[in-house]
Nanobody, 124 residues
Framework: QVQLVESGGGLVQAGGSLRLSCAAS????????MGWFRQAPGKEREFVAA????????NYADSVKGRFTISRDNAKNTVYLQMNSLKPEDTAGYYC?????????????????WGQGTQVTVSS
């Protein structure tokens, strides 16, 4: 069982930056691929970024490429999402997830554990 807790969300102006963190419980964090997803009101949850267990491989949605960076620190059981050049359309609840599959899955069905989410609001 893996428990995930996100933090770092908030309100930011367009063009600004935020860094989300996701802390995981357990001793086997490095075997899981980790992903970030987001969900806006009335929309389906969508893939944002994923990183392999070792951190050597990453995958990004086209909408965030060049603006967002996913990273992880296996010694701290934490995955991060650095978000730069934020746009109003990035406004959503952001969720981290852990996958026993991999290496960098993009489909929600490939993830086994989910956090409760953190809200990101970007004002224009």
């Amino acid at each position: 069982q893996v428990q995930l807790v996100e933090s770092g969300g908030g309100l930011v102006q367009a063009g600004g930056s935020l860094r989300l963190s996701c802390a995981a419980s357990g001793r086997t964090f490095s075997i899981y691929a980790m992903g970030w997803f987001r969900q806006a009101p009335g929309k389906e949850r969508e893939f944002v970024a994923a990183i392999s267990g070792s951190g050597s491989s990453t995958n990004y949605a086209d909408s965030v490429k060049g603006r967002f960076t996913i990273s992880r620190d296996n010694a701290k059981n934490t995955v991060y999402l650095q978000m730069n050049s934020l746009k109003p359309e990035d406004t959503a609840g952001y969720y981290c997830a852990a996958s026993r599959g991999g290496p960098v899955p993009a489909a929600t069905r490939e993830y086994n554990y989910w956090g409760q989410g953190t809200q990101v609001t970007v004002s224009s």
